[in-house]
C-alpha cells in the first residue's frame, strides 16, 4: 500500500518521502501468496468486490510497465483457479452471473484432465479461467526499483514511526527516533500495525493482526498449471515450478513465529489436494500478518477528526488484489480527482471510535 500509493502521487508531481520501519515490502506483502483475487469472491461485500474488480483489470498492465521500467518482473501469472467441493457453488454461479465474471461448473473428470495430479476424493469444481497470481515479492521489488529513480520521491527504510505531529488540530508530520518529519498531508498505510498507531491519537481503528503461515515446495516446471482451493487451503503454481501452499488463520498478537502444528497441518492440506507433494522438497515455512478488520473492508480517505492524515490500511486477506485500486482511490481523493470508485464504503471516520 505505502509503495503503490507513492508510486501514483509522484506520478501526479507530488513530492514523496516514504518510512519503512523496516525494509521495504517485508511484512504481509511479502508473505502472502498473491492470488489476483478474494478466495471466495462472492462472500464479500459490494466494497470488496468493487476494488478487486478494478485491481484484477489493471493488474497486467501494472506488470508489463514494472518490467519496462525495472527489469525486474512480477509475475503477473493467469493460470486460472479451480473451486472444489464448494457449500456455496450455486451462490458463487450466481454472483458471477450478476457481476459478469467468468465462472462455470466443470465436471470433476475435466479437472483431472487439466490437472492430473490432483488428489482423489473431489466430487465437483467450479471454475475461473482468467485468475492470475502475483509473485508478490518480486512485486514489491520492482515496486522499490521504480521508485528509486521517480523525481520528487525519498525512500527511508528502517525508520519507525514513532508518533504524530499535532498543530492546531492539525496532524502536520510524523515523529521518528531521527526527529520529527513535517509534511503537508501523512498517509498512514501500516498493514497490521495501524491500529496500534492510531491509538496514540485516541482513535480506535479495528484492525488488527491476524496470522497467516505458508508452506513452499520446489516442483517441476510443468507440475501444476493451474491454481486449485479446497476446504480452505489453496495451491498456487509459480513460472518457475515452485507450488506455494497456504495459509492459516491465527489471532495470536504480533507473533510471526512459524509453528510446527501449522506446518503438518498445511502439509496435510498439500498432500490431500496434491498427494504428489509428499515427496516434494519443502523449501520454505514462514508467517506474516495480515492488517484484519471487519468484512475485510478497507479504510480509505482522510480523517476528519485528524485532518492531514488519510488512511490506507485494513485490507485483511485481500492486500494485494486490492492495492491498485485502494491506492488509485486515495491518489484521487487527495488530489481532488474524481475517484475511481464511490469512496463512501471506504471512509474512515464511519467507522472509527475515540478512546
Known amino acids: 500500500m505505502g509503495l503503490l500509493s507513492a508510486r501514483l502521487l509522484a506520478q501526479a508531481g507530488e513530492e514523496v518521502l516514504l518510512l519503512e520501519r523496516q525494509g ?7 508473505a502472502g501468496g498473491g492470488i489476483v483475487s478474494p478466495l471466495y469472491p462472492w462472500r464479500y461485500s459490494p466494497a ?56 462455470r461448473r466443470v465436471d470433476i473428470a475435466e479437472v483431472r484432465r487439466q490437472v492430473p495430479v490432483l488428489g482423489d476424493g ?23 526499483a521504480a521508485l528509486t529513480v521517480m523525481p520528487g520521491v525519498e525512500l527511508r527504510e528502517h525508520c519507525a514511526l514513532t508518533g504524530f505531529v499535532n498543530r492546531g488540530g492539525r496532524i502536520c508530520g510524523v515523529q521518528t527516533a531521527d526527529g520529527d518529519l513535517l509534511a503537508e498531508r501523512v498517509v498512514l498505510a501500516t498493514g497490521a500495525w495501524s491500529g496500534e498507531l492510531l491509538q496514540q491519537l485516541g482513535l480506535m481503528l479495528p ?52 509453528t510446527e502444528e501449522a506446518l503438518a497441518s498445511l502439509k496435510a492440506s498439500a498432500e490431500t489436494l496434491l498427494p504428489a507433494l509428499a515427496t516434494a522438497e519443502v523449501v520454505g515455512h514462514w508467517a506474516g500478518l ?33 492495492a491498485p485500486a485502494s491506492c488509485r482511490l486515495l491518489a484521487d481523493l487527495m488530489l481532488g480527482r474524481e475517484p475511481v470508485v464511490d469512496p463512501s464504503p471506504y471512509v474512515p471516520s464511519r467507522r472509527l471510535a475515540v478512546g
Not at 493467469?78 to 450466481?94: F, I, P
Open 207 to 258: 484492525v488488527e493482526p491476524v496470522k497467516g503461515q505458508m508452506i513452499l515446495y520446489r516442483c517441476a516446471e510443468s507440475f501444476l498449471p493451474s491454481m486449485v482451493l479446497a476446504g480452505g487451503r489453496y495451491a498456487i503454481p509459480r513460472r518457475d515450478g515452485h507450488v506455494l501452499v497456504g495459509s492459516t488463520l491465527e489471532y495470536a498478537g504480533f507473533d510471526k513465529t512459524p
Open 24 to 30: 521495504s515490502g517485508r511484512e504481509s506483502s511479502w
Open 290 to 322: 495480515r492488517p484484519g478488520s471487519p468484512e475485510g473492508i478497507p479504510f480509505v480517505g482522510e480523517l476528519a477528526s485528524h485532518p492531514g492524515l488519510w488512511l490506507n490500511c485494513g485490507h485483511f486477506r485481500n492486500g494485494l488484489v486490492l
Open 122 to 144: 473431489f466430487a465437483r469444481a467450479i471454475h475461473m479461467p482468467d485468475v492470475a497470481n502475483v509473485r508478490n515479492p518480486r512485486l514489491v521489488k520492482a515496486l522499490k
Open 48 to 103: 470488496v468486490t468493487a476494488l478487486a474488480h478494478w485491481s484484477q483489470d489493471f493488474y497486467p498492465d501494472l506488470g508489463r510497465q514494472l518490467l519496462d521500467e525495472t527489469g525486474c518482473d512480477p509475475e503477473v501469472h493467469v493460470t486460472g483457479l479451480y473451486w472444489l467441493d464448494l457449500d456455496d457453488e450455486c451462490q458463487a454461479l450466481t454472483w458471477a452471473e450478476r457481476e459478469g465474471r467468468l465462472l
